[in-house]
């Protein structure tokens, strides 16, 4: 039986070590952005996250900033990527370590009590299909980023395709595609044929700061970015979208609104790191 669940949403996902442009390892993966989304939205919810004991010292920045909203759970690795922009729109990255897998002895320790889950994979073998049949059947509705579909677990350069097991889409309720993995999973130009083929209720693919398309019984809904914000670096925009996009959701917003939200979201927090650039740069 299902358990009685309250509204809200709970982000599970791997932490991850990121060296970005040869600098410093710096804390990675959903649980590193999405608390200030769910701070902003007022959402009620908490994110959990797997690690390796030995690397969680890099992550107490993260506790001291959201306390009680972030919980980090021992694993046997981390995970760790390599990533190199060329500008700020274009990176190429590596996997230097292929993180945990959350079965049903993770969700356990987890235990999500929210009705919405927002499910935060860096890689194809973070969630597999048995696990999101789980959640279904907890009675959580579940969101899923994309990027679960498309990265092959693999070390070395990033690698995507579209290998992914059918089973995965089958009990998710909203897919988040960046427009690049949407590509790899159409094996093409991303429409609402291709929306119809995965089957999942509610798709939205993002552009950048050109806005996200919504794709829900068979219509789509073009959603503009809030404002453009240029010459920063990315890492963790989509995170903060999706998690933005799900709390909002979680808290009865249509998805064009939920989409605006989380949108606009970004955009400030760009403006943020934009700003902070300048400053260092002076």
């Known amino acids: 039986m299902p358990r009685e669940l309250v509204n809200g949403v709970t982000v599970l996902g791997n932490l991850a070590i990121d060296v970005i442009n040869g600098a410093d390892k710096s804390p990675g993966g959903c649980a590193s952005f999405a608390g200030v989304a769910l701070q902003a939205s007022g959402c009620p919810g908490r994110i959990v996250a797997l690690g390796a004991e030995q690397d969680h010292e890099l992550f ?13 759970l021992p694993a046997d690795r981390t995970s760790a990527f390599r990533l190199d922009y060329d500008d700020v729109d274009h990176r190429h990255m ?19 009590d929210t009705t919405w889950v927002h499910l935060a994979p860096l890689l194809r073998t973070d969630f597999p299909a048995e696990t999101l ?14 990027q679960g579909l498309v990265r092959a677990d693999r070390l070395g350069p990033l690698l995507e395709d579209r290998h992914f097991p059918p089973d995965l889409l089958t009990h ?17 130009p991303f429409d609402a044929a291709a929306a119809e083929r995965l089957g999942v209720p509610e798709i939205v693919v993002t552009y950048g700061s050109e ?17 453009r914000v240029l010459d920063v670096q990315t890492t963790g925009a989509g995170d903060m979208f999706t998690a933005c996009y799900a709390a909002h959701r979680a808290m009865g917003d249509v998805p064009r609104r939920a989409a605006e939200q989380a ?5 400030k927090e760009l403006e943020k790191r934009r700003r902070v650039k300048s400053v260092s740069l002076g």
């Open 263 to 267: 949108s606009e979201l970004v955009a």
């Open 211 to 227: 806005g996200c398309d919504i794709y829900t019984d068979g219509d789509v809904d073009r959603v503009p970015a809030a404002w």
């Open 172 to 188: 998710l309720d909203v897919l988040k595609l960046a427009e690049d993995e949407a590509v790899v999973v159409a094996d093409g």
């Open 133 to 146: 049949a789980l959640l279904s059947a907890r009675g959580h509705r579940v969101v899923y980023d994309g």
């Open 60 to 72: 107490d920045p993260l506790l001291d900033r959201f306390g009680d909203l972030v919980r980090v």
């Open 94 to 112: 590596s996997v230097d370590a292929i993180g945990p897998v959350w079965g049903a002895a993770e969700i356990a320790a987890a235990d999500p």
